[in-house]
């Protein structure tokens, strides 16, 4: 299967940026289609990582505000996992350990690459490489819900962080009753889930 290319065009560039790409592409039965507009977002690519300590069988979540969710149902306060954007010159893994670090105070020690995907490629061209990641979560201090002591974030990016470490079995309940509705958070449990039941972990 082929595409062309046929012009790609700016529209608009700021922290993130907006492109029109005219292109036109094969169609299955080998025709081509009429030269198509369309507008995408470009973001860059992005890490996520879910800690987990095996051992206690816990996982580490941030809990932070969202503008895009502002009409979800849980409201825009999302609970997710560690993640950030790859910076020129970083490989996946140095994101990884840098956001763990930044977001949630956590010195990861393995890391399990688990896949990369695009995250909605009808609009944008962001990419996410997936990973779980080795915690002993025993030492860390917590209050009776969970939520960690201590503040998360970057004041220069406005971030400000709520780290909660639950069980497992919580954590999927919550994707399982809604609670937990973004999508890397949703398919790294998932994947974690089922690593568990094959033995991998």
């Known amino acids: 299967m082929r595409f062309d290319l046929l012009a790609n065009e700016t529209l608009y560039r700021g922290f993130f940026s907006l492109q029109r790409y005219r ?17 995408i977002f470009e973001r860059g690519h992005a ?17 932070q505000f969202r503008p895009g969710a502002l009409e979800a149902p849980t ?5 997710e996992i560690v993640a950030g954007m790859i910076e020129p010159g970083e490989s996946a893994e140095d994101v990884a350990r840098r956001e763990s670090e930044e977001e949630a105070g956590l ?17 944008t061209t962001e990419s996410i490489y997936l990973f779980l990641a080795r915690v002993d979560t025993a030492a860390i201090d917590r209050d009776a819900e969970g ?11 406005h971030e400000d962080i709520r780290v909660r470490i639950v069980s ?10 809604g609670r937990i509705i973004a999508a890397a958070p949703v398919i790294a449990l998932l994947w974690l889930d089922r690593m568990r039941r094959q033995g991998k972990l």
């Not at 036109?24 to 081509?32: H, K, N, P, S």
């Open 107 to 123: 010195a990861l020690t393995d890391l399990y690459p688990l896949t990369r995907y695009w995250v909605s490629p009808g609009g």
């Open 75 to 79: 409201g825009p306060w999302l609970s």
């Open 23 to 39: 292109l036109r592409f094969e169609f299955f039965d080998g025709t081509w289609s009429e030269p198509i507009e369309r507008e």
């Open 47 to 63: 890490v996520a990582v879910l800690p987990f300590d095996p051992v206690r069988e816990e996982v580490v979540l941030i809990e």
């Open 168 to 177: 497992i079995e919580q954590a999927l309940a919550d994707v399982d009753e």
């Open 147 to 157: 939520v960690v002591a201590g503040q998360f974030g970057l004041d220069h990016e």
